[in-house]
């Protein structure tokens, strides 16, 4: 596995090692000491989630004020950009983005430690999304971020793939700005 540093301390793309012929392709997903290796990071994961959402829909920025959640994030069928903001009071990165296009042809994967906001939105069709989480998912604690917030100004790639407006949920609809949240 190979881990690439992106702009926020801590945030790593991921590449794992694939083997493939005529029959098709074999990767580890996941390998403790691998990616402890790979990262310096040593996560305990209590969760894994999938959603599958259709082209446009945009999820996010989303943050646990209480239990924060790391989450080491991919795509097994379709296409999104994924982001995450580092939220971290007193971090050097404070307020800083960070994306990468995650497919279930590239198989990268995308850790975004506890403490960031994340998002993504779909650009295929469709996409199945799967993430492991360092802590359980508490409603109560979550809280949103505007995903277009200019304060933060992700490029979100929507015009590229012809996406003119992207799909949300009443929840993200209501995220704050980041000034508020943070």
Known sequence: MQAIPTAIEGVFILEPKLFGDSRGFFME???????????GVD????QDNQSRSRKGVLRGLHYQIEQPQGKLVRVTQGAVFDVAVDIRKGSPTFGRWAGVELTGDNHRQFWVPAGLAHGFVVL???ADFLYKT????????????????????????????????????????????????V
């Open 134 to 181: 360092t802590d359980y998912y508490a409603p109560q604690h979550e809280r949103c971020i505007a995903w277009n917030d200019p304060a933060i100004g992700i490029e979100w790639p929507l015009a590229a793939h012809g996406i003119t407006e992207p799909i949300l949920s009443d929840k993200d609809r209501a995220g704050q700005s980041f000034s508020a949240a």
């Open 43 to 46: 996560p305990e994961f209590v």
């Open 124 to 126: 295929s069709d469709t």
């Open 29 to 39: 997903s996941y390998n403790r000491r691998v990616f402890a290796a790979a990262t």
